[in-house]
Nanobody, 116 residues
Framework: VQLQASGGGLVQAGGSLKLSCTASGSIFSIITIGWYRQAPGKQRELVAIFRNGDTTDYADSVKGRFTVSRDFAKNTVYLEMNSLKPEDTAVYYC???????????WGQGTQVTVSS
């Protein structure tokens, strides 16, 4: 599975951005797909994810502000981010877990910077 992320950028606090992640390859093997982020000096953390079926999970810090969605026809997962805060500044990574080794796949990361 290959994941191609895009859509990051610089935005002022309170603004919005929408990230995209397009999957290719053995997409039939995907079990979960979603977004993680890593801020400077911090561990990578889960932001939002589709688990089996349509079940979604969100980090508490983004609930009510971020929405994960997907377009099966385009093999693409989106992360719509509203009411952005400076603490949302991080590199955002698309991630999927599947049934084929190496089982975990990461996109290349896209920088999101929120200015105060």
């Amino acid at each position: 599975v290959q994941l191609q992320a895009s859509g990051g950028g610089l935005v002022q606090a309170g603004g919005s951005l929408k990230l995209s992640c397009t999957a290719s390859g053995s997409i039939f093997s995907i079990i979960t797909i979603g977004w993680y982020r890593q801020a400077p000096g911090k561990q990578r953390e889960l932001v939002a994810i589709f688990r089996n079926g349509d079940t979604t999970d969100y980090a508490d810090s983004v609930k009510g502000r971020f929405t994960v969605s997907r377009d099966f026809a385009k093999n693409t997962v989106y992360l719509e981010m509203n009411s952005l805060k400076p603490e949302d500044t991080a590199v955002y990574y698309c991630h999927s877990q599947g049934t084929i080794s190496p089982f975990h796949y990461w996109g290349q990361g896209t920088q999101v910077t929120v200015s105060s």
